[in-house]
């Protein structure tokens, strides 16, 4: 027997006429390219976006076509979004910090058929544009007034742009949103790939809505009309963590930053716009920390920071509860999942004051909110226990999670519907979740397996270290053997003796690194996560002393 309900669509339109309807006076704050500061509103948000939907269908943009994005996160920026979606068209967000010959892979393979650029990035496009078969059109998200100068391509010929204010000045708001399937596809973003060519995640409307509805669970980012949410992770990598969803949906205020992710300017914004709550991957909040110690500055008006995308190092726990009265939420996720993976979030017996206390269960990137299931497995496919100690092969399943890259007809799932993360994981009797590795990251060392997170986060704590990576190095006797590489900190000149007395009693002694090595600097992916392949490599003739 069929239920009687009324079949109302999940689409993305929906959450905005909800936004616009119920919160249209809520503003939403835009630090611009250019360094001025717009204030607008979720009804100016709605008409904008019905104006960018209407522009779209006139340039004969239609149903699955590819709009491209590279821009950061700003007010345009949203509205293409909204715009884009509104017409059952895939808004696909290119991430700046990819190589060239990926830039150029992506954009031929999605097809995108016209780019919405920021001034800052025209540089990165005018050295591709050559190359790119499918593009029709080419705006920056400007004014005329503030289109950049002349760049020429490769080719010497010059870089064709429009105006993006001056195309929309054409339109009004006279637009009616199309009407398609939840099942359409409204999102497009591939994943950096250490490996091989990169891979496109391609979200549909239903999954961004019930995604939304995830990220709006209390104990998730439970995000109140009375919230200011500034998302610092940019709309390209991940959907910005689902906030430029979650937030209109809740009727919070919006804060986006614009271009300029420096300490001093986050922290203008977090103290100007009483910011709540916040998002953003670890380097951005050492870049902040250091602006407030340098300055005095204190966090009054933030309530929670939510950290992801690498693990959290515990000395940044402590540092934002014990000195600023900030709950830290970390966070789990990937691409994959529209990102949303887990959150760290109290249960009884781990209240709050206990997990003030408590930095090292905060190291845990947390347990999975209603939606998303999650389980380890051995090798073979057999599920591990709960027991925060076993750990294995992390598998997830849910609304939100991709089932197969676009384009590419294999399913990525295992026979009961699964998709392997790629993290290695334990999973405690409460549900918390803890990653202890990529697999292709984990170091084999006589048959058993060494966490690099662990042996990385401790060093972190030692005072004259900036930054540290863990690699397995081969090894005669133990297959593998942790090398421990480290960046100093400003003015400091940390030795091996001194790193390694640090990390005596705390782990292991047969995960104790064979070495440590100082380097001038750690290379990073697209998305600020360590590029332990670079290293490896860098360090594939490397013999340790005692090997
Ligand atoms: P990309 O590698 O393209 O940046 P994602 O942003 O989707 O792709 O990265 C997802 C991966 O990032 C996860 O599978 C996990 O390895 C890592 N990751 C994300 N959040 C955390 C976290 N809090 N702690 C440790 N690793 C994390």
Redesign the pocket.
């Known amino acids: 027997m069929k239920g009687m309900m009324q079949d109302w669509s999940l689409v993305v339109p929906s959450l905005l006429d909800h936004a616009a309807r119920e919160h249209g006076d809520q503003v939403v704050v835009t630090r611009g390219v250019e360094g001025e500061i717009r204030r607008n509103t979720l009804r100016t948000l709605h008409a904008r976006s019905r104006r960018v939907a209407k522009a779209l269908d006139a340039l004969g943009i239609r149903e699955g076509d590819r709009v491209a994005t590279m821009a950061w996160n700003t007010d345009r920026h949203l509205e293409l979004w909204y715009g884009t979606m509104g017409i059952g068209a895939v808004c696909h967000t290119l991430n700046p910090r990819l190589f060239a010959d990926q830039l150029v892979y992506i954009i031929n393979h999605a097809e995108d058929r016209v780019l919405f650029v920021d001034a800052s990035f025209v540089g990165v496009i005018a050295a591709i544009r050559d190359r790119l078969k499918t593009l029709e059109r080419i705006f920056v998200l400007t004014d005329e007034a503030n289109l950049p100068a002349r760049v020429d391509t490769e080719s010497g010929a010059p870089l064709e742009v429009e105006a993006y204010e001056t195309w929309l000045a054409s339109f009004d708001e006279d637009f009616a949103w199309k009407t398609f399937d939840e099942q359409t596809a409204a999102g497009l973003c591939y ?4 490996t091989g060519n990169p891979k496109g995640v391609l979200y549909s409307h239903r999954s961004n809505v019930l995604h939304t509805l995830a990220v709006n669970q209390t104990d998730v980012l439970g995000v109140r009309a009375v919230d200011a949410v500034m998302p610092v992770v940019p709309m390209f ?2 959907n910005a963590w689902g906030l430029v969803f979650a937030v209109p949906a809740a009727g919070g205020k919006l804060v986006l930053p614009g271009a300029q992710m420096d300490g001093a300017s986050i922290y203008a914004l977090l103290d100007e716009e009483q910011v709540s709550i916040t998002a953003a991957v670890p380097t951005v909040w050492m870049a902040l920390l250091a602006y407030l110690d340098e300055h005095g500055k204190k966090l009054p008006h933030l309530r929670k920071v939510v950290i ?5 190092p515990p000395m940044m726990i402590e540092r934002f509860e014990r000195d600023f009265g900030v709950e830290v939420a ?7 999942m529209s ?1 949303l993976g887990t959150l760290h979030a109290p249960k009884p017996g781990r209240d709050r004051a206990a997990l003030g206390e408590d930095i090292a269960h905060k190291c845990k ?1 947390g347990r999975a909110p209603f939606t998303v299931e999650m389980k380890i497995t051995d090798d073979e496919g057999a599920e591990l226990p709960r027991d925060g100690e076993t750990y294995g092969h992390l598998l997830v399943r849910g609304p939100a999670v991709a089932k197969a890259y676009f384009k590419r007809p294999e399913s990525i799932l295992d026979a009961d519907g699964w998709m392997p ?3 290695v994981a334990t999973i405690d009797a409460q549900g918390f979740m803890q ?1 202890t590795d ?1 697999s292709k990251d984990v170091i084999k060392s006589g048959g058993e397996w060494i966490s690099s ?1 662990e042996i990385e986060n401790l060093a972190m704590g030692h005072p004259d270290v900036a930054e540290a990576a863990v690699i397995g190095i081969a090894h005669p006797k133990w297959d593998e053997r942790p090398l421990l590489i480290v960046v100093a900190t400003p003015g400091s000149q940390p030795t091996e003796a001194s790193i390694l007395a640090f990390l005596e009693g705390k782990i292991a002694s047969w995960w104790m690194p064979d070495q440590v090595v100082v380097v001038d600097e750690i290379p990073h ?1 697209a ?1 600020g ?1 360590i590029q332990k392949r670079t290293l490896r490599e860098r360090f594939a003739e490397h013999r340790l002393p005692t090997g």
């Not at 992801?308 to 959290?312: D, E, P, T």
């Not at 970390?330 to 994959?336: S, V």
């Open positions: 994943t950096s790939g250490t990598h991940a992801g995308g690498a693990a959290c970390h966070a789990w996720g990937m691409t994959e990102p990137q993360t790629g993290d990653i990529r997170i992916t998305t996560k």
